[in-house]
Nanobody, 121 residues
Framework: HVQLVESGGGSAQAGGALRLTCTSS????????MAWFRQAPGKEREEVAG????????NYADSVKDRFTISQGNAKNTVYLQMNSLKPEDSAMYYC???????????????WGQGTQVTVS
């Protein structure tokens, strides 16, 4: 069973910064992508940032460009989201996702974290 554990959420003042961390309990033989999504109350879940490992492409939602940075840790099973210049509209539950092949799985398998709350006031 693959478990993704997120940390680093919490409360911040507008203009402040938070760093989210997501670590997988499982070893990935191959990784497809690592990404962060968020969902605010009454809104659909949206991709905030995605790191597509096969192509090296990095995507950011327009609303977070130049403020958020996604990166993979030296321990390849970890992904970070550095969030700077936070705005109240960044308040949401943030979820990490890692897609790839673990023991007994496939390259297409998607694994989600449980979410970490970010509140900006």
């Amino acid at each position: 069973h693959v478990q993704l554990v997120e940390s680093g959420g919490g409360s911040a003042q507008a203009g402040g910064a938070l760093r989210l961390t997501c670590t997988s309990s499982a070893y990935f033989y191959e990784m497809n992508c690592m990404a962060w999504f968020r969902q605010a109350p009454g809104k659909e879940r949206e991709e905030v940032a995605g790191l597509y490992l096969e192509s090296g492409r990095i995507n950011y939602a327009d609303s977070v460009k130049d403020r958020f940075t996604i990166s993979q840790g030296n321990a390849k099973n970890t992904v970070y989201l550095q969030m700077n210049s936070l705005k109240p509209e960044d308040s949401a539950m943030y979820y990490c996702i890692i897609a790839g092949r673990t023991d007994g799985g496939t390259w297409f398998d998607k694994h989600w974290g449980q979410g970490t709350q970010v509140t900006v006031s």
